[in-house]
Nanobody
């Protein structure tokens, strides 16, 4: 069974940066597409970024500010978040799946989430 553990969230001022980490275990890391999603209070969970087999993609609201990467030696995926805005405030989730998709329902495995709060 795949297990995902996120870390790195916190409180940051607008314009600042944070790096989220997600450690993958239980299966072969390289076989999975890794995604990042976020959910603000009262909102649906939205796609942030994904990384697969040589491909990366990010949502329009974070393009040019957030970068996803993975370290195969550490079974870890990262989300580097720069130029943070108050509207980036949300719980950020790491997810794993076998399909190259931005649709959350195609990711069967999820972490517990980490809170990111951006103050103005």
């Amino acid at each position: 069974q795949v297990q995902l553990v996120e870390s790195g969230g916190g409180l940051v001022q607008a314009g600042g940066s944070l790096r989220l980490s997600c450690v993958f275990s239980g299966r072969t890391f390289s076989s999975y597409v890794m995604g990042w999603f976020r959910q603000a209070p009262g909102m649906e969970r939205e796609f942030v970024a994904r990384i697969g087999w040589g491909s990366v993609d990010s949502g329009d609201s974070v393009k040019g500010r957030f970068t996803v990467s993975r370290d195969a030696a550490k079974n870890t995926v990262y989300l580097q978040m720069n130029s943070l805005k108050p509207e980036d405030t949300a719980v950020y989730y790491c997810a794993a799946g076998r399909t190259w998709s931005s649709q959350r329902n195609l990711y069967p495995y999820w972490g517990q989430g980490t809170q990111v709060t951006v103050s103005s």
